[in-house]
């Protein structure tokens, strides 16, 4: 069956194109930087929110028209497979994530469930063999189920726990089977509501605990995807545990798990951590943690997870400088995760809305790769700290100063003189740049 009978390939247009079902600043051929748009960028489609999503919110029911719509659970679940691997071929994204219930539904035991997944699995092996479409990653879905309610590897529940650890072993060997190239762990309940009834060293120890088995049990299968984990400071609880990059690396490196897991990074939640996503980037980068990257953004007037398809190029700009400046997202990719507007309901709004995504990160990338040619910010930066390249500055850096060279250097010279750190006129700069391209 046929799902977007009126779509048909999306292609490159150029700037000047007027067709709103083409790209005007993606041509996956075009070389950036000594590789194509396609190998920087690594688009990827998120399933729960192209393919599960029905626009519903807390106020009103899903308004969202989809010819894969069926009353069967099962059957609605191979509708969506097809309807994904087409959308993949049109669209032209090598790449797709998804949790494992976006896939199959749930059956009244986890013997069913399994059943029900393998059979949805199959259907995906089929397809991906026939359309050369692969999996960016996969991963578990440990949140939305009522069972769930006190957290899946931080539960207060053992059973709830046993439950999960199975849960996450189907999930890897689906992974390993599907040749997943990562597997991202959210932890979507791994939190607290009130410290007035949370045992934190406990859940965090057995949080780190499932993290070891995870990584024995993928070892035993031969397994060998990257794990991410994918920070969130809250929603749905008041706090999370992976609150930001820096939290979650230090999680790592308590529990001796930093060998093991990068970041899988989303701006969204940087914005919800008080921070931006260029800031989240730049702490994995310089960390070596930098995995992958979930593109949206968020809407700054509301305070929730709002998963708004990307189209802010000062934001894209400055996140691909920074995975451009780290050497690139190697194993990882940008996966949409993002949905359309609830008042975006027909089945070319999704194609729309990917456009936009995709041109947006294009666009941003072209205007990195020219910040990084012309060493726009490089020689902002050098120009700034030149006075650790020299005298007391290069002893500080070279770790000979002492507390008494330092004494003796600033009873020497009393004059001090700052500079402007010019941030209006660079601002202005990084404005020319995008638009110039």
Same mark, same amino acid.
């Given at each position: 069956?046929t799902?977007?009978?009126?779509?048909?390939?999306?292609?490159?247009?150029?700037?000047?194109s007027?067709?709103?079902?083409?790209?005007k600043?993606?041509?996956?051929?075009?070389?950036?930087?000594?590789?194509t748009?396609e190998?920087?960028?690594?688009?990827?489609?998120?399933y729960?929110h192209?393919?599960?999503?029905? #626009? !519903?919110?807390?106020?009103g029911?899903?308004?969202?028209v989809r010819?894969? $719509?069926?009353?069967?659970?099962? +059957?609605? /679940?191979?509708?969506r497979?097809?309807?994904n691997?087409?959308?993949?071929?049109?669209i032209?994204?090598?790449?797709?994530?998804?949790?494992?219930?976006?896939?199959?539904?749930?059956?009244g035991?986890?013997?069913?469930?399994n059943?029900?997944l393998?059979?949805?699995?199959?259907?995906?092996?089929?397809?991906?063999?026939?359309?050369?479409?692969?999996?960016?990653?996969?991963t578990?879905?440990m949140?939305?189920?009522?069972?769930?309610?006190?957290?899946?590897?931080?539960?207060?529940?053992?059973n709830v726990?046993?439950?999960?650890?199975?849960?996450?072993?189907?999930?890897?060997?689906?992974?390993?089977?599907? #040749? !997943?190239?990562?597997?991202?762990?959210?932890?979507?309940?791994?939190g607290? $509501?009130t410290?007035?009834n949370? +045992?934190? /060293?406990?859940?965090?120890?057995?949080?780190?605990?499932?993290?070891?088995?995870?990584?024995a049990y993928?070892?035993e299968?031969?397994f060998?995807?990257?794990?991410?984990i994918?920070p969130?400071?809250?929603?749905?609880?008041?706090h999370?545990?992976?609150?930001?990059a820096?939290?979650?690396?230090?999680?790592?490196?308590?529990?001796?798990?930093?060998?093991?897991f990068?970041?899988?990074?989303?701006?969204n939640?940087?914005?919800?951590?008080?921070?931006?996503?260029?800031?989240?980037?730049?702490?994995?980068a310089?960390?070596?943690m930098?995995g992958?990257?979930?593109a949206?953004?968020?809407?700054?007037l509301?305070g929730?997870?709002?998963?708004?398809?990307?189209?802010d190029?000062?934001?894209?700009?400055?996140?691909?400088?920074?995975?451009?400046k780290?050497?690139?997202?190697?194993k990882?990719?940008i996966?949409?995760d993002?949905?359309?507007?609830r008042?975006?309901?027909?089945?070319?709004?999704?194609f729309?809305?990917?456009?936009?995504?995709?041109?947006?990160?294009?666009?941003?990338?072209?205007?990195a790769a020219k910040?990084?040619?012309?060493?726009?910010?490089?020689?902002?930066?050098?120009?700034?700290?030149?006075?650790?390249r020299e005298?007391?500055?290069?002893?500080?850096v070279?770790?000979?100063?002492?507390?008494h060279?330092?004494?003796?250097?600033a009873?020497?010279?009393?004059?001090i003189?700052?500079?402007?750190?010019?941030?209006?006129?660079?601002?202005?700069?990084l404005?020319?740049?995008?638009?110039?391209?």
């Amino acid at each position: 069956m046929t799902y977007f009978k009126n779509i048909g390939k999306i292609a490159y247009e150029g700037k000047n194109s007027d067709n709103p079902l083409a790209f005007k600043h993606y041509n996956p051929n075009e070389v950036v930087l000594g590789k194509t748009m396609e190998e920087h960028l690594r688009f990827a489609v998120a399933y729960w929110h192209t393919f599960t999503a029905s #626009g !519903a919110d807390p106020f009103g029911a899903g308004t969202a028209v989809r010819a894969w $719509d069926h009353a069967n659970p099962m +059957d609605q /679940a191979k509708a969506r497979v097809e309807a994904n691997f087409e959308f993949l071929d049109k669209i032209g994204i090598p790449y797709y994530c998804f949790h494992d219930r976006d896939i199959a539904p749930e059956g009244g035991s986890l013997q069913e469930t399994n059943k029900n997944l393998d059979v949805i699995v199959d259907l995906m092996e089929q397809n991906m063999k026939a359309t050369g479409a692969k999996l960016l990653w996969n991963t578990a879905n440990m949140f939305t189920n009522p069972r769930f309610v006190h957290g899946a590897g931080t539960t207060v529940n053992a059973n709830v726990y046993a439950y999960a650890g199975a849960q996450l072993k189907k999930s890897l060997e689906v992974g390993k089977r599907l #040749g !997943a190239e990562n597997y991202v762990f959210w932890g979507g309940r791994e939190g607290y $509501d009130t410290l007035l009834n949370t +045992d934190m /060293a406990l859940e965090l120890d057995n949080l780190a605990r499932l993290f070891h088995m995870a990584i024995a049990y993928s070892k035993e299968i031969g397994f060998g995807a990257q794990f991410l984990i994918e920070p969130k400071p809250k929603e749905p609880t008041k706090h999370q545990y992976d609150f930001d990059a820096a939290t979650t690396i230090a999680f790592l490196q308590k529990y001796d798990l930093k060998d093991y897991f990068k970041l899988n990074l989303e701006a969204n939640h940087a914005t919800l951590a008080g921070h931006t996503f260029e800031h989240e980037i730049r702490v994995a980068a310089i960390n070596g943690m930098l995995g992958s990257l979930d593109a949206n953004q968020g809407d700054l007037l509301i305070g929730w997870d709002t998963d708004e398809f990307p189209t802010d190029l000062y934001s894209t700009t400055l996140t691909m400088y920074e995975v451009l400046k780290a050497g690139g997202i190697g194993k990882g990719g940008i996966n949409f995760d993002a949905k359309v507007r609830r008042g975006s309901f027909e089945d070319d709004d999704l194609f729309l809305a990917h456009i936009a995504g995709m041109d947006t990160y294009a666009w941003g990338l072209k205007a990195a790769a020219k910040l990084v040619e012309d060493k726009v910010i490089d020689n902002i930066i050098d120009n700034r700290y030149r006075s650790f390249r020299e005298g007391i500055g290069a002893e500080i850096v070279s770790g000979k100063a002492t507390l008494h060279t330092l004494e003796k250097y600033a009873l020497e010279n009393n004059s001090i003189k700052n500079e402007s750190g010019r941030q209006e006129r660079i601002k202005l700069v990084l404005n020319e740049v995008i638009y110039s391209v």
